[in-house]
């Protein structure tokens, strides 16, 4: 397989996921698959993985293994597509998710994903079909605008992002990632451009993906599609994203309300493997800056 992607925390993810060397695995975001390859070379001729990846750019770099089975689609079907490909008793033994934007994305200028090239503003993962970042940019009113960049980039003065874009898009629409720096310059804080523009760059993406809806959707298929015993893995890189995946592995809901049989007992489908996130090394965020703000949470179905 070629890496043109570098998989984040690769020993300690895989450590937890595999505990079953002939059992069945789904690596939900193959990216450049690494994380998938690791799998593959921990377990034995028994083995198989299932890969998802809605972007056919990251499908296109898995090599030929017998064991491995690729899926074109949405992680949130992952239970549908278990089904499909491992029948519908099948027992998956871990279940993999890297939630973050692959290298191969972010340093591919066209797919409009970084605001470091002048580029069509797109950001789709599945470039197949569904609205681009220019469509959001462009046809949604300020309101809906300033929600997006407070909820989902926790931008500050979101407001003002809003309203120059608008005023902006009076003269023509916005089309590219250098066009819409541009227009909204009077926000970026000094000395902190960089940083206030990934956030802007990240609330158009989750929107443009629908990433917060697809993973509440994932993580709720998760449960049917685990055995007893088996493992979720999942890496984050934001707050929002690594909340939704603690509260779920907690109570079993997003919104973390706890429920509890007649007994008094906690009603959740997992049991959290490490009470608090596995952060990456140092060595690692040396050779990786992109691994910086990932957080990997482990759970086990019971």
């Known amino acids: ?66 064991r491995l089975k690729l899926v074109h689609g949405d992680f949130r079907f992952v239970r549908n597509f278990a089904r499909l490909h491992a029948g519908a008793d099948a027992a998956v033994d871990g279940i993999l998710a890297d939630l973050g934007v692959s290298s191969h994305q972010f340093d591919t200028a066209e797919r409009g994903f970084s605001f470091r090239f002048d580029a069509p503003l797109d950001m789709r993962m599945n470039t197949e079909g569904g ?31 809003a309203q120059l874009i608008e005023s902006a898009r009076k003269a023509g629409r916005i089309e590219t990632t250098g066009k819409l720096s541009e227009a909204i310059a009077k926000a970026l804080p000094a000395y902190a451009e960089h940083k206030y523009l990934a956030k802007v760059y990240q609330a158009l993406r989750i929107e443009v ?29 934001h707050s929002l994203e690594d909340r939704m995946v603690k509260n779920f592995i907690r109570s079993g809901n997003i919104e973390g309300t706890v429920e509890k049989d ?19 090394a140092e060595e690692e965020i040396a050779a990786n800056t992109r691994a910086r703000s990932a957080k990997l949470r482990i759970a086990e179905r019971i």
């Open 262 to 280: 007649i007994y008094g007992k906690t009603d959740t489908p997992f049991e959290a493997v490490n009470r608090k996130p596995v952060l990456p």
């Open 1 to 66: 397989m070629s890496q043109y992607h570098t998989p984040v925390l690769l020993k300690e993810s895989i450590d937890a996921l595999v505990q079953n060397t002939s059992g069945l695995y789904i690596d939900a975001t193959f990216g450049g698959g690494g994380h998938t390859a690791e799998i593959l070379s921990r377990l034995t001729p028994g083995g198989k993985v299932i890969a998802f990846d809605r972007d056919i750019d990251a499908l296109a770099q898995a090599g030929s293994d017998p």
């Open 209 to 237: 993906n629908h990433e917060m809806r697809s993973l509440e959707k994932f993580l709720q298929g998760t449960v049917q599609t685990l055995k007893k015993g088996g493992r979720l893995v999942v890496i984050t890189y």
């Open 131 to 161: 609205i681009t970042a220019a469509d959001v940019v462009n046809d949604y009113d300020a309101r809906k605008l300033e929600a997006i960049f407070r909820t989902y980039g926790e931008v500050d003065n979101a407001r003002k992002v």
